[in-house]
């Protein structure tokens, strides 16, 4: 199978466990150099899609294809992969523990030592290195595994909800470190349920809910696209104009009212009624609205349940 310019295709895949489908006839594409956010709420099937794409699960239907064929061992190799299950060897120290992870992905003792300690100085825990690794805290725990998955200098990375249970400060350096890689030409996939991460580091993203896919696509152009649906307002005088049928629901952010669109409405058409209406209208601009809001948008604001799980999600599942 010829090599292609995505490091990563997936065509028509399904996977059912059980009478639970946790991907259905999913298309998705990550190019090469580019920085994608697979993006739900938990139990949406971003794990399942990730495991799919490193060859720990199968699909039911339809094909995977990791830089341009099957993903396997060696393809793999290729790839830095943090899963969302967290898991160190515990009685080993932090040192020993990446440069075992080195080693079997094939870099040399030596060499994976000496990015090793690189890494623990650059993150904060070079005093750690010689400690056992069931002596750090959690969020310290998580960070040695991140080194784990770099230390070969993958082609890729896949971050599965990299930034769950990191503390604001360890989430920014995270996020630093993902832009490196990224201006190095890695290609980076990560899945989280944080929009507003996604946000920040995204050129691309892909949103599924419920096992399907929402929508995917450049960013920058979901956002142009979808800058009519929000309607920043300002005003002195009557509101009797704001009760119109182009109008879902009334945001008041304490500085401005924000206006968000039922599909399709011409926010023209309120501009007018606002200006008949005898309104002096201080402000009436779009607004690039956030990624939070397009998902809700095309997901549906009842996709998640009260705890943050999709109603109808199996506890626990992917």
Same mark, same amino acid.
């Given at each position: 199978?010829?090599?292609?310019?995505?490091?990563?295709?997936?065509?028509?895949?399904?996977?059912?466990?059980?009478?639970?489908?946790?991907?259905?006839?999913?298309?998705?594409?990550?190019?090469?150099?580019?920085?994608?956010?697979?993006?739900?709420?938990?139990?949406?099937?971003?794990? /399942?899609?990730?495991?799919?794409?490193?060859?720990?699960?199968?699909?039911?239907?339809?094909?995977?294809?990791?830089?341009?064929?099957?993903?396997?061992?060696?393809?793999?190799?290729?790839?830095?992969?943090?899963?969302?299950?967290?898991?160190?060897?515990?009685?080993?120290?932090?040192?020993?523990?990446?440069?075992?992870?080195?080693?079997?992905?094939?870099?040399?003792?030596? +060499?994976?030592?000496?990015?090793?300690?690189?890494?623990?100085?650059?993150?904060?825990?070079?005093?750690?290195?010689?400690?056992?690794?069931?002596?750090?805290?959690?969020?310290?725990?998580?960070?040695?595994?991140?080194?784990?998955?770099?230390?070969?200098?993958?082609?890729?990375?896949?971050?599965?909800?990299?930034?769950?249970?990191?503390?604001?400060?360890?989430?920014?350096?995270?996020?630093?470190?993902?832009?490196?890689?990224?201006?190095?030409?890695? /290609?980076?996939?990560?899945? /989280?349920?944080?929009?507003?991460?996604?946000?920040?580091?995204?050129?691309?993203?892909?949103?599924?809910?419920?096992?399907?896919?929402?929508?995917?696509?450049?960013?920058?152009?979901?956002?142009?696209?979808?800058?009519?649906?929000?309607?920043?307002?300002?005003?002195?005088?009557?509101?009797?104009?704001?009760?119109?049928?182009?109008?879902?629901?009334?945001?008041?952010?304490?500085? +401005?009212?924000?206006?968000?669109?039922?599909?399709?409405?011409?926010?023209?058409?309120?501009?007018?009624?606002?200006?008949?209406?005898?309104?002096?209208?201080?402000?009436?601009?779009?607004?690039?609205?956030?990624?939070?809001?397009?998902?809700?948008?095309?997901?549906?604001?009842?996709?998640?349940?009260?705890?943050?799980?999709?109603?109808?999600?199996?506890?626990?599942?992917?």
């Amino acid at each position: 199978m010829k090599d292609t310019g995505f490091a990563i295709r997936l065509q028509g895949v399904t996977k059912s466990f059980g009478k639970h489908t946790a991907v259905e006839d999913f298309d998705f594409e990550v190019p090469r150099g580019s920085i994608c956010g697979l993006l739900g709420p938990n139990g949406s099937g971003k794990t /399942t899609t990730i495991r799919m794409i490193m060859g720990i699960l199968h699909p039911d239907e339809g094909s995977v294809e990791l830089f341009g064929a099957n993903p396997d061992v060696t393809r793999r190799t290729r790839v830095g992969y943090l899963p969302e299950e967290r898991g160190v060897y515990r009685k080993m120290k932090c040192i020993e523990f990446v440069t075992f992870l080195g080693e079997i992905r094939g870099v040399r003792r030596a +060499e994976g030592k000496k990015r090793g300690l690189a890494w623990l100085e650059r993150l904060g825990l070079s005093e750690w290195a010689d400690k056992k690794i069931e002596d750090l805290s959690k969020g310290m725990q998580q960070k040695i595994q991140f080194v784990g998955t770099v230390i070969h200098e993958p082609e890729l990375l896949i971050l599965d909800e990299p930034f769950s249970g990191l503390d604001p400060i360890n989430q920014d350096v995270l996020e630093e470190i993902v832009r490196d890689f990224h201006s190095r030409g890695t /290609t980076i996939l990560f899945s /989280t349920h944080l929009m507003d991460q996604a946000e920040r580091l995204c050129e691309r993203v892909c949103l599924i809910s419920n096992a399907k896919k929402v929508l995917d696509a450049n960013l920058h152009e979901l956002k142009a696209a979808e800058r009519k649906g929000v309607v920043a307002v300002e005003f002195v005088g009557p509101d009797t104009w704001l009760d119109g049928p182009e109008i879902d629901r009334i945001e008041d952010t304490g500085k +401005e009212l924000r206006l968000i669109l039922r599909a399709g409405a011409d926010h023209q058409a309120i501009l007018h009624r606002g200006v008949q209406s005898g309104a002096e209208i201080l402000r009436f601009d779009l607004v690039e609205p956030r990624l939070h809001d397009i998902f809700v948008r095309h997901a549906g604001a009842g996709v998640v349940g009260d705890a943050g799980t999709p109603v109808g999600a199996i506890p626990g599942g992917a």
